[in-house]
């Protein structure tokens, strides 16, 4: 059992940077592929960065590129999202996410029910 604990979120102006941690217990780290959510009221859970267990690839959705980087540390168990340049849009509740199983189909990290661990989440808000 893989427990995620989230932090970092807060309330921030646009054009400012926020940077969320993810630290992850219970289980092998470096056996697990680490995704960033995120999720406003009424809406599902929305994919935003992704991390493969080696570490030597990383994914985003169109709307973060170039503004969010996603990194781990495998000797702290931790990963990273340092956004930058933050717009009003990017206001939410961000979740971190782990899975460790084996995925038939390319793109499985940017469903949220692939994913088997969750965080309790971190509220970020972004004033315009």
């Known amino acids: 059992q893989v427990q995620l604990v989230e932090s970092g979120g807060g309330l921030v102006q646009a054009g400012g940077h926020l940077r969320l941690s993810c630290v992850a217990s219970g289980g092998t780290f470096t056996s ?74 390319t793109l499985w990290y940017r469903n949220a029910r692939e994913f088997e661990y969750w965080g309790q989440g971190t509220q970020v808000t972004v004033s315009s």
Not at 35 to 59: L, M, N, S
Request: glycine residues 8%; hydrophobic residues 30%.
């Open 32 to 105: 697990y592929g680490m995704g960033w959510f995120r999720q406003t009221p009424g809406k599902e859970r929305e994919f935003v960065a992704f991390i493969r267990a080696t570490g030597d690839r990383t994914y985003y959705t169109d709307s973060v590129k170039g503004r969010f980087t996603i990194s781990r540390d495998n000797a702290k168990n931790t990963i990273n999202l340092q956004m930058n340049s933050l717009k009003p849009e990017d206001t939410a509740v961000y979740y971190c996410a782990a899975d460790g199983r084996f995925h038939t189909y």
